[in-house]
């Protein structure tokens, strides 16, 4: 069961909306399950990051590749 703040809150911006209950509650479990793959995706990211790190030599190439490509650039 959901808080009656919560629940006041959905309902009075479900009104503003005109949607149905079950056409708002769908859409919002939707966008937090969207937010949910977002985070998860992050966190793999990261980890992804925490287990191999750059390596300087890695970066040096491309800050050099950069270099090399900008200055022909028209800005």
Do not use: C, I
Not at 53 to 69: D, K, V
């Amino acid at each position: 069961s959901l808080p009656a703040e919560t629940y006041q809150r959905a309902e009075t911006l479900r009104r503003k909306a005109r949607k149905t209950r079950s056409e708002f509650y769908a859409r919002a479990l939707e966008a937090f399950l969207k937010a949910e793959w977002v985070r998860e995706q992050e966190e793999r990211y990261a980890e992804g990051y925490r287990k191999h790190p750059e390596n300087p030599r890695e970066f040096e190439g491309l800050m050099n590749a950069s270099m090399q490509t900008l200055p022909s650039e028209d800005w």
